[in-house]
Nanobody, 125 residues
Framework: QVQLVESGGGLVQAGDSLRLSCEIS???????????MGWYRQAPGKERELVAR?????????NYADSVKDRFTISADAAKNTVYLQMNDLKSYDTAVYYC??????????????WGQGTQVTVSS
């Protein structure tokens, strides 16, 4: 059972910073490989959208939404199976529920997408 546990959301003012964390684990102790780690967000009345993600393959690649480039940074600690999202210079339009996402490979299920429960980020202007 793959589990994603997020932390770090909250209420901040415009221009402030926040860091989100998401630990990915396999609760039954089975072998697993993390292919992709990332963050999506969903604002009220809008569709869920990609914020940033890290893909592991022959090389590590990062992708960012245009709206967060130069303000947000995604990083990962492989030893801790944890992905971070450092959010600087937050804007009111960054207000959303942020979801951790991971594509994880296990022998029994192959590659499957998993989602965290979501963490609220509210930016007041």
């Amino acid at each position: 059972q793959v589990q994603l546990v997020e932390s770090g959301g909250g209420l901040v003012q415009a221009g402030d910073s926040l860091r989100l964390s998401c630990e990915i684990s396999e609760t039954s102790g089975k072998f697993f490989v993390i292919n992709i780690m990332g963050w999506y967000r969903q604002a009220p009345g809008k569709e869920r959208e990609l914020v940033a993600r890290i893909s592991r393959g022959s090389s590590i690649r990062t992708n960012y939404a245009d709206s967060v480039k130069d303000r947000f940074t995604i990083s990962a600690d492989a030893a801790k199976n944890t992905v971070y999202l450092q959010m600087n210079d937050l804007k009111s339009y960054d207000t959303a529920v942020y979801y951790c996402y991971s594509n994880v490979y296990t022998y029994t299920l192959g590659s499957v997408d998993y989602w965290g429960q979501g963490t609220q980020v509210t930016v007041s202007s």
